[in-house]
C-alpha cells in the first residue's frame, strides 16, 4: 500500500515542524524502511534549532560515526541566541503586562502604540522582539511558549506581513501543542483573512495560500470533536473546492473519508453537510483522472457504477490505506461501519426483495447479524420504504411509494443555476493564473 500513501505529496505544503508527526507516524507504519524515514527526519531536523535532536537522529542513522562538532557549536550559539532574544522581548512584555498599561490599552492598534511610544518610549522595532522571540522558540520545539508570544505581538504590531507570518506560526503551534480549539479559531480567523485580503494577482497568491491552508487544516479538522462536519463546510465551499481541484486532487481522500463518516450529520447541519455525500460523489467522479484511491473508488463503484462486489473489494483495501494514514487511523473503525451502511442502503434502495444470507456475506457479517443490520439501517435510514421479512424464503422484501415525475424533475434540476454560476467562476479564476506546483511557502513564522 506504498504506492498510496500521501506524505510525499502533503510535506512540501507544511511547516517542517509540522512535518515531523507524519514522518514518526511512517515510521510505525513499515510503508519504507526504518533508515529511510530516519534520514528524512535527519534532513529536516538540521534546518531547525533542535541540535540534540538532530545529533540523537544522526547517531542512530550512523551508529559507526562520531557526531559531528558543529551540532555541539550550533547548540551553543542556539543557547547565547535565545538569552539575547529573551531579555529583549522580556523588556517588551514587562511593560505590556503591567496592569497600568493593560487597562489603557484600547481596540485601535495605532492608539496603543502612540500610548506607548509616548509613555514608555516602546517602538514598533521593539515590539517586533516579541515576534523574533516567538519565532525563535518554535524553531527550537517550544510550541506553547511560541504561540504566547506570538499572540501578544499581534495585539500591538499594525504591521500586515509579519501580522500575518504570525498568524501561521500561532496555527502551527497550536497545532503542535495540541489545543485544538484555540487552533480551530485560528484556523477560522487565517482563512477569513485570505479570503478577503487584497493581494496583487489575487487568484493566484489566494490559490497558494488556499492550498496550504487545506494542508494545515487538516491536523485540525480531524482531531476537533467538530471537525469532520467544519471539514465538509469548508471543504465543499465553492473556493476551496476548486482549489482542490486545481492544485491538490489528493485531498479528495479527507473530503470523501468525511462524507463516509459524516453519514449521519448532526441536528442542524447546513445543506452543504446533509447533501455532502452526494456532492462528493460527483466530485470523485470528475476528478477520477487526476486522482484515485480505494477511499474513492469505493464510492465511484458504489454510486457510479452500482457494482457490488468491486465495493466491497475496494473497501477491504481502503482498510488498509486508512489504518496506515496519519490523519484517518483513528477513524479506520468507524469508516467501515459507515461504509457498511452505505451498501446496506444503496443494496435496498436498487433491489426490491432482499437474500438475507447473501448481503450478510457481503457485509462479513452472519445471517442473523446482517437481518439485524438490514431492519436497524431501515428504521434508521428514512428511505420512505417498508420492509417485510419472510422467514420462509429467508428474503425481505422492500416497498416504496412510486416518485411522481415532476419531482424527481424538481430534484435534478435543484440549484442548477448555483452550480453553474460556481463553475463559471472557476473557470475564470483558472484562467487568471497558472497552477501552482508546490508554491512558495506562506510567510510563516517558523523555519
Known amino acids: 500500500m506504498a504506492e498510496f ?4 505529496r502533503i510535506m512540501p505544503y507544511l511547516d517542517r515542524h509540522l512535518s ?9 507504519t513499515n510503508l519504507f524502511s526504518v533508515r529511510d524515514v530516519q534520514i528524512a527526519q535527519y534532513e529536516l531536523a538540521k534546518g531547525t534549532n533542535m541540535p540534540d535532536y538532530a545529533a540523537n537522529l544522526f547517531s542512530q542513522i550512523y551508529p559507526d560515526q562520531e557526531v559531528p562538532q558543529e551540532f555541539e557549536e550550533k547548540r551553543q550559539n542556539t543557547l547565547l541566541t535565545h538569552q539575547r532574544l529573551q531579555d529583549e522581548a522580556q523588556a517588551v512584555l514587562d511593560v505590556i503586562e503591567n496592569p497600568e498599561v493593560a487597562q489603557a490599552l484600547r481596540q485601535d492598534k495605532e492608539q496603543n502604540l502612540q500610548y506607548l511610544k509616548d509613555n514608555y518610549n516602546l517602538t514598533l522595532d521593539q515590539i517586533a522582539a516579541l515576534y523574533h522571540f516567538g519565532q525563535f522558540q518554535y524553531s527550537y520545539g517550544n510550541y506553547s511558549g511560541a504561540a504566547d508570544y506570538l499572540y501578544h505581538f499581534r495585539v500591538l504590531s499594525t504591521d500586515n506581513d509579519l501580522n500575518t507570518s504570525a498568524q501561521w506560526g500561532k496555527l502551527a503551534s497550536d497545532i503542535l501543542s495540541g489545543k485544538w480549539d484555540a487552533a480551530l479559531q485560528e484556523l ?4 477569513e483573512s485570505i479570503d478577503s485580503r487584497s493581494l496583487p494577482g489575487p487568484a493566484l497568491n489566494q490559490l497558494h495560500s488556499r492550498t496550504w491552508l487545506l494542508h494545515w487544516s487538516l491536523f485540525v479538522y480531524f482531531n476537533h470533536e467538530q471537525g469532520r462536519t467544519l471539514l465538509l463546510e469548508t471543504f465543499l465551499s465553492p473556493v476551496y ?22 453519514r449521519a450529520p448532526p441536528a442542524g447541519a447546513s445543506p452543504r453537510v446533509r447533501n455532502a455525500l452526494r456532492e462528493v460523489i460527483k466530485v470523485v467522479q470528475m476528478e477520477e483522472y ?10 465511484k463503484e458504489l454510486y457510479v457504477e452500482f457494482d457490488f462486489e468491486a465495493a466491497q473489494r475496494e473497501l477491504g483495501r481502503a482498510e488498509h490505506v486508512l489504518s496506515d494514514d496519519f490523519f484517518l487511523g483513528e ?3 468507524d469508516f467501515l461501519d459507515n461504509a457498511r451502511y452505505l451498501i446496506s442502503e444503496a443494496y435496498c434502495r436498487t433491489h ?5 444470507r447473501d448481503l450478510s456475506e457481503r457485509l462479513n457479517l452472519s445471517p442473523d447479524e446482517g437481518e439485524k443490520w438490514i431492519v436497524n439501517l431501515i428504521r434508521e435510514s428514512r428511505m420512505g420504504a417498508d420492509a417485510k421479512i419472510d422467514l420462509d424464503k429467508n428474503v425481505i422484501e422492500i416497498f416504496r411509494p412510486a416518485v411522481p415525475v415532476y419531482q424527481t424533475v424538481i430534484d435534478k434540476t435543484r440549484g442548477l443555476h448555483l452550480r453553474t ?6 473557470i475564470s479564476r483558472m484562467g487568471a493564473g497558472a497552477v501552482p506546483q508546490g508554491g512558495d511557502a506562506p510567510a510563516v513564522a517558523v523555519r
Open 5 to 8: 500513501d500521501l506524505t510525499k
Open 20 to 28: 515531523f508527526p507524519l514522518l514518526v507516524h511512517l515510521s510505525e
Open 188 to 191: 477560522d480567523t487565517l482563512r
Open 241 to 262: 473546492l476548486n482549489t482542490i481541484q486545481t492544485s491538490c486532487p489528493w485531498i479528495l481522500r479527507y473530503l470523501a473519508a468525511a462524507a463516509v463518516l459524516g
Open 290 to 299: 487526476q486522482y484515485q484511491d480505494p477511499i474513492t473508488a469505493f464510492l
Open 331 to 333: 477513524f479506520c473503525a
Open 352 to 356: 426490491q426483495k432482499i437474500d438475507i
Open 421 to 426: 454560476s460556481g463553475l463559471g467562476t472557476a
